[in-house]
């Protein structure tokens, strides 16, 4: 039987990005988002950080240039959950 080293993150999603989910109808964009998320929820650090602010959590952003997606995102402190702020497809 194989053994995981690591559970993958949980994903959520902000007020903003579940609209931005919504509006999203092209099943190729819902295709190549739903790739890139799972990317993301296997390895949370696999994103840029984003300079700004120091006060919250670190911003990150995963692009795939391929899929052409761009997901803005927040890890939680334990590292099991990933607040998606921002989706482009």
Known sequence: MPRHDR???????SDAAAKQL??????AGLHALDRALVVISV??????????STTGPQLLQYADEVERVRVLYFVTALKTVVVV???EV
């Open 22 to 27: 919504e509006a999203l109808t092209d099943e």
């Open 85 to 87: 702020a921002y989706i």
């Open 43 to 52: 390895d949370p650090a696999i994103g840029e950080p984003i300079p700004g």
């Open 7 to 13: 559970r993958r993150a949980r994903i959520t999603f």
